[in-house]
């Protein structure tokens, strides 16, 4: 899965920010900096997310998810694989939540 992670990544941080309505302009890129931060701090973590960031990428999903229909095609590519990454995140952080004992909170 960090692999699938990191591949995302590097398409996501290669990809030029796309041209979205104003009216949810700020929103979206608050989202790709959240979502961005969290994905970093996975990596430098060595693939470890707490749950307080497994919250707030769900929040931020759940964001996407009511945006995404408003966007045109390449915004909407740009955000979707936004979107895949977050979901990685919370899958990973559940597998190392059951790896390490806990259960999914």
Known sequence: ???DILSLWRDHRQAA???VPRESMGELWVLDE????????????GGALDAPRKAILEDCRADLA???????????????RLEALAGL??????????????GPS
């Open 1 to 3: 899965m960090k692999d």
């Open 17 to 19: 920010l796309p041209d």
């Open 34 to 45: 959240v979502i961005g931060g969290c994905v970093n701090f996975y990596l430098q973590a």
């Open 66 to 80: 009511r945006l995404l229909p408003d966007l045109e095609e390449t915004a909407v590519s740009y955000f979707s």
């Open 89 to 102: 995140l919370i899958q990973a952080s559940e597998k190392g939540a059951e790896k390490n004992g806990v």
